[in-house]
């Protein structure tokens, strides 16, 4: 993969990332199908919200990205939900998993559809980066008090499904698929703005 190609990707990624919030309640065997590292794809739309409270159900997805529409820019009304839209056929890589008792969180990294194969034989202090912040969310956030905009039965029907598989835990993309390289791993840094493949720098990030 030709150097401005990588550039482009992760600059694609993670220039202006922000946080989102997808509560719901997914029985244990659909849990269990989320793995660190793994890349899923979600066929439909995603709804999630900017506002962070405490848990609502038993399962919280944290979800990374820089590509979310705000929908209040169309609705005034979801301005009070701080409601955002992912596009449909969206990939993800799962970066994080974390369980306090009977609460669950999977942190997710939205990825462009053209970056799969990097992200899945990669690995980036960028990534480390944000999950020291997701995990630092989950302990703040899994006892706080919940948000009673977001308890509504219209929000919550919107976001009850799984991300990445269907209602049984059939999951729409078999990452075992994609091509195995050997791992890579990708240093960016921030201050001299130099993105680094294996301690070896490579070219200027932003």
Same mark, same amino acid.
């Given at each position: 993969m030709k150097n401005e190609r990588l550039k482009t990707m992760y600059h694609e990624t993670f220039s202006g990332l922000k946080l989102f919030y997808r509560d719901t309640n997914l029985p244990e065997n659909l849990i269990l199908n989320y793995k660190v590292g793994q890349i899923i794809q979600e066929k439909g739309f995603t709804d999630m919200t900017s506002i962070g409270g405490g848990l609502s159900g038993n399962f919280r997805y944290l979800i990374a990205s820089a590509h979310a529409? %705000? *929908?209040? #820019? @169309?609705?005034? %009304?979801?301005?009070? &939900?701080?409601? @955002?839209? *992912?596009?449909?056929i969206a990939y993800f890589k799962v970066l994080d998993?974390?369980?306090?008792d009977d609460k669950t969180q999977?942190? *997710?990294l939205?990825?462009?559809d053209n970056s799969i194969s990097l992200f899945k034989n990669s690995s980036s202090n960028l990534e480390e980066e944000i999950i020291e912040k997701?995990?630092?969310? @989950?302990?703040? #956030? &899994? %006892?706080a008090v919940l948000i009673p905009e977001l308890q509504t039965e219209i929000w919550k029907e919107r976001t009850k499904l799984p991300i990445g598989m269907d209602e049984n835990g059939q999951l729409f993309f078999d990452d075992s698929k994609v091509k195995t390289e050997?791992?890579?791993?990708? %240093?960016?840094d &921030?201050?001299?703005?130099?993105?680094?493949?294996?301690?070896?720098?490579?070219? #200027? @990030?932003?």
């Open positions: 529409k %705000d *929908l209040s #820019k @169309f609705n005034p %009304d979801s301005a009070k &939900i701080g409601h @955002f839209l *992912l596009d449909s998993i974390q369980k306090v999977v942190f *997710l939205n990825i462009p997701a995990q630092k969310r @989950f302990r703040e #956030k &899994i %006892d050997s791992p890579k791993r990708i %240093d960016v &921030i201050t001299k703005k130099i993105i680094e493949i294996n301690k070896k720098p490579w070219w #200027k @990030f932003w």
